[in-house]
């Protein structure tokens, strides 16, 4: 197995926009590139997409494009000298005056946040680091004691855990950046804040089925309606940065396991988000507990591990993304690795297509060294549905769909080929093996397992399971 199954998610920013920095990442072992609306412009985002596509075709590859929405951004105001530092038992009001604060008060602008609070609820600011409990309040102020004090500058972030805001998912500027997004042909719409199924509901009636919609769980109102948003969505990211602020931190690593392993069950993607390889911001080499780190979210079975400011704004983006994909590789290569992904349990659904899924694993497990599972998947159903066994093999996808092979590209061992229309089993398996030689993922002799639905023009009917050999 020479090549990850677990893929790469890497940011573009001022490190790595422009064709020659996005060739490279693609070179160390990219899958996905994540466009973050929170910065940059339509116009920048625009030409790296165009570089991306390009790219892909040079190597003859596809690569997913993630569109990452900002959502609402709940920030103090500014401070007269920049900055204050509170200090623990003092009084520190935030109200709706937009004059300059300074080490009594601060502007807060955010009507919703009022319109929640309760006497002795505790108010988060900047990541958490400040912590403020609400003594009185009313519709335009809140006064508190200082918990926990520091420095505090202007536009610093605002948390309100253990409640679900008045406010939704998309803002104004979402709802452009989403249609530009749409427009531009992103494969997945990322959408932050989510703290309720209807936010979900509400980007679907714009995304429809133009892209997939990937959930970030970042709040800890949205874990109390999981099953639901996931059952909405079409994959999700455990933003782990910001379910740290609101949440307990030695609570993240169990929900992060709970939220894969959900997943992995309803057989939709998931991504393992933020600060993976923090130190190499500025580092050429991680720290030992952030390599642990990314090897938990391979041996847990996520889809994809990503990198953040490593590669957007790092001074060693391409090795970051070559650290993460030694870390992937080493990993597979573990038999605790296999154990656990051959242990892991997947109910089978009273379907047709999810029989032949289990019978795959199963002759995948007899055979114990088949070179290659091939699908052939208009939508892509057949090819997820191969993907959610966790089989220790790479998955050839042949699709008539460009945008099916695109959006693949996140999916767990799935690599990607355009073929034509076919019409028969008697087409699938001289192309499935001509495709497969080509690609380099199988060799004379080796066995390939072969899945696919008739007749081949309906899309989500997988009833055929068919074992070639290369001759």
């Known amino acids: 197995m020479d090549r990850p199954l677990t893929k790469i998610v890497a940011t573009l920013g001022p490190s790595s926009s422009g064709k020659e920095n996005i060739r490279a990442l693609a070179a160390a072992g990219v899958s996905v ?24 075709k040079e190597n003859h590859t596809h690569y997913s494009i993630l569109a990452d929405m900002q959502g609402p951004k709940l920030r103090v105001g500014v401070f007269q000298n920049k900055s204050v530092t509170l200090v623990n038992g003092q009084s520190f009001r935030m109200d709706m005056s937009d004059t300059a604060g300074d080490e009594t008060r601060v502007s807060l602008m955010h009507p919703e946040i009022y319109a929640v609070l309760k006497e002795g609820m505790i108010l988060l600011l900047n990541d958490g680091q400040i912590q403020l409990s609400v003594k009185d309040f ?34 104004s500027k979402d709802i452009v950046d989403l249609n530009f997004a749409l427009e531009m042909g992103a494969d997945w719409i990322c959408l932050s804040f989510v703290q ?18 990937i959930v970030k769980i970042e709040k800890p109102a949205a874990l109390k309606h999981i099953d639901e948003i996931i059952g909405l969505c079409d994959g999700i990211m455990v933003a782990r940065g910001d379910l740290g602020v609101e949440c307990p931190l030695e609570s993240v690593p169990g929900i992060q396991r709970q939220l894969v392993e959900k997943c992995r069950l ?25 390599v642990s780190d990314v090897a938990t979210a391979v041996f847990e079975g996520a889809d994809a591990v990503m990198l953040s400011a490593e590669t957007a704004a790092g001074k060693y983006p391409v090795q970051a993304v070559q ?46 060294k088949p070179a ?35 959006k693949l590209a996140l999916i767990w061992g799935v690599c ?15 192309i499935a093996i001509q495709e497969a030689v ?21 899309q989500g009917n997988t009833n055929i399971l068919h074992v070639t050999k290369v001759e």
């Open 196 to 213: 309720q199924p209807d936010d979900v509901r509400l980007a679907r009636k714009i995304v429809q089925e133009k892209a997939g919609i």
């Open 438 to 458: 080509q690609s380099g993922l199988a060799k004379t002799n080796d066995e390939l397992i072969i899945t696919a639905g008739i007749p081949f023009a309906k």
């Open 416 to 430: 990607s080929v355009l073929t034509k229309q076919l019409q028969d089993m008697t087409q699938v398996t001289p």
């Open 266 to 290: 309803q057989g939709k993607p998931v991504i393992v988000a933020t600060q993976m390889l923090e130190s190499m911001i500025q580092a050429p080499v991680p720290t030992r507990a952030e």
């Open 323 to 368: 650290m993460m994909r030694r870390i992937i590789m080493t990993v597979q290569k573990d038999p605790i690795y296999r154990h656990a992904m051959e242990s892991f349990s997947m109910p089978p659904d009273k379907t047709i297509a999810s029989a032949i899924t289990s019978s795959m694993k199963q002759i995948v497990k007899v055979l114990e």
């Open 138 to 171: 009313g519709k335009d102020y809140v006064n508190t004691t200082v918990l926990v004090g520091g420095v505090l500058s202007d536009h610093k972030g605002v948390n309100v855990p253990d409640v679900v805001l008045p406010i939704n998912a998309l803002t």
């Open 33 to 56: 590139f994540r466009l973050n609306f929170s910065h940059g412009t339509h116009e920048t985002h625009q030409e790296n997409l165009t570089f991306i596509r390009e790219i892909a």
């Open 372 to 406: 290659l599972i091939v699908t052939y998947s208009v939508s892509g159903k057949t090819t997820m549905r191969a993907a959610r066994e966790r089989v220790l093999v790479p998955i050839l996808n042949l699709t008539v769909d460009e945008k099916t092979a695109d």
